[in-house]
C-alpha cells in the first residue's frame, strides 16, 4: 500500500512539473493598441436646398430688323446696345453623389433680378422715343463636378439657363404713334465656377461665379401706325453670389 501511495505521488508531481514547462515555454501575449477613432469625413452626397442673393449685370442688344417702316426713329439695322446691373436673389436645389474625393451633381436654379435699361433714341434729332428693356427672371438646369477637401469643395458647372425678357418703346411726343412692348422667354447656355464648405454635416455656405449667353428673339413692338419688329436679346448676363444650403443626411464615411 506504501508502495502505491509513493508511485502515485511521484506521477502527479511529474505531471505538474510538465505543466508548468509547458506553460513557461509560451511566449508572452503582445498588446495590440486599439485603433485611434477619427472624426467621420464630411460626405457630400445627398439632396440638398437653399437659397442665394447677390448681383448680376446684363448686357442688352437690340436692332430694328426691317420688318416694316422705320420704327421709334431707328431705320433698319440700327439699333442699340446696354449694360444693366441690379441685384439678383433665388433658390436652388440639387443632389451630389461623391466618389473618393470627386463629386458629381444635377442643380436647378431660379433667381429673381432687376437688371433693366432705358435708351432716349436720338437717331433724328434730340429724340422722342424711350426704349426700355428689363430682364427680370433666370433660371438654370446645370451638372456640377468638383473636388473635395474634406469640408471644402471646389467644382465647375454648366448647362442650360433661360431669362425672362422684355423690350417697350414709348412715342414721349405726341400724336404716340409708336408705343408698344412684348416679353419672351429667352434660351441659352450657361458655366461657372464656385467654392462651397460644409459648416456642419447639414448646413453649406458657398461663393459662386457664373456667366449665361442666349439667343435672339424676334420683338414686335405695336402702335397706332402699325406693327414693327426688332430682334433683341440679353447678350449675356453675369451674376455672383453668396450661397447656404441644407443638405439631408447622408451616410457618415467613418476614418480611421
Not at 437717331?123 to 426704349?131: E, L, M, N, S, T
Request: aromatic share 14%.
Amino acid at each position: 500500500m506504501r508502495n502505491k501511495l509513493i508511485a502515485a505521488f511521484a506521477c502527479t508531481t511529474a505531471l505538474v512539473s510538465t505543466g508548468a514547462a509547458s506553460a513557461a515555454d509560451l511566449a508572452a501575449r503582445p498588446y495590440t493598441k486599439a485603433p485611434a477613432y477619427m472624426e467621420p469625413l464630411f460626405n457630400w452626397t445627398g439632396f440638398y436646398v437653399g437659397g442665394h442673393i447677390g448681383g448680376a449685370w446684363t448686357n442688352e442688344q437690340f436692332i430694328n430688323n426691317g420688318v416694316g417702316a422705320p420704327f421709334g426713329d431707328l431705320t433698319p439695322g440700327q439699333g442699340y446696345r446696354q449694360r444693366g446691373t441690379g441685384i439678383m436673389g433665388g433658390a436652388q436645389i440639387g443632389y451630389n453623389w461623391q466618389a473618393n474625393n470627386y463629386v458629381f451633381g444635377m442643380e436647378g436654379t431660379i433667381s429673381g433680378l432687376n437688371n433693366k435699361g432705358t435708351v432716349v433714341n436720338t437717331a433724328f434729332g434730340a429724340g422722342d422715343d424711350v426704349f426700355t428693356w428689363r430682364a427680370n427672371v433666370l433660371a438654370t438646369i446645370v451638372g456640377r463636378a468638383g473636388f473635395a477637401v474634406q469640408n471644402n469643395l471646389f467644382y465647375i458647372k454648366g448647362g442650360y439657363a433661360g431669362v425672362n425678357n422684355r423690350l417697350s418703346v414709348t412715342d414721349t411726343v405726341g400724336p404716340a404713334t409708336g408705343n408698344g412692348g412684348q416679353t419672351h422667354w429667352a434660351n441659352g447656355w450657361t458655366v461657372g465656377a464656385g467654392w462651397e464648405y460644409g459648416i456642419t454635416r447639414n448646413w453649406i455656405v458657398g461663393l459662386e461665379y457664373n456667366y449665361a449667353a442666349f439667343g435672339s428673339q424676334t420683338y414686335q413692338l405695336g402702335g397706332t401706325s402699325g406693327n414693327y419688329t426688332f430682334d433683341a436679346k440679353p447678350r449675356d448676363i453675369q451674376w455672383a453670389v453668396v450661397r447656404a444650403s441644407y443638405k439631408f443626411d447622408a451616410p457618415v464615411i467613418a476614418r480611421y
